[in-house]
């Protein structure tokens, strides 16, 4: 069973920058999709951005250049690379995976089945 930790989050200044890191233990597939998510109070969770085992991406419309992800396969971890954060990019940011699945620019959170707890990203202004 594949298990997910995040960590990374904080608290940043309006402009700032952060880097997310999710760290993948337990199974692995030689097929699998790693995505990141954010979630505010009362809202749906939102994709990002995601990679799969082939290094192909797929990034929401909304980002602008802001937000990209990247993975270090030796490490079994997955960053996302965060700049000139605003503080409407405060939320809790989650990492999730579609094991044995590629991304196939599914960006949905109801198509990956496994979650990290997720790391709070604060930005004040």
């Known amino acids: 069973q594949v298990q997910l930790v995040e960590s990374g989050g904080g608290s940043v200044q309006d402009g700032g920058s952060l880097r997310l890191s999710c760290t993948a233990s337990?199974?692995?597939?030689?097929?699998?999709?790693m995505g990141w998510f954010r979630q505010t109070p009362g809202k749906e969770r939102q994709g990002l951005v995601a990679?799969?085992?082939?290094?192909?991406?797929t990034y929401a419309d909304s980002l602008k250049g802001r937000f990209s992800i990247s993975q270090d396969n030796a490490k079994n971890t997955v960053y996302l690379h965060m700049i000139d954060l605003k503080p409407e990019h405060t939320a809790m940011y989650y990492c999730?995976?579609?094991?044995?699945?590629?991304?196939?620019?599914?960006?949905?959170?109801?198509?990956?089945?496994?979650w990290g707890q997720g790391t709070q990203v604060t930005v004040s202004s």
């Open positions: 999730a995976a579609r094991v044995s699945v590629y991304c196939n620019g599914r960006l949905d959170a109801n198509a990956y089945n496994v």
């Open positions: 337990g199974y692995f597939s030689s097929t699998q999709c």
């Open positions: 990679i799969d085992s082939l290094g192909r991406t």
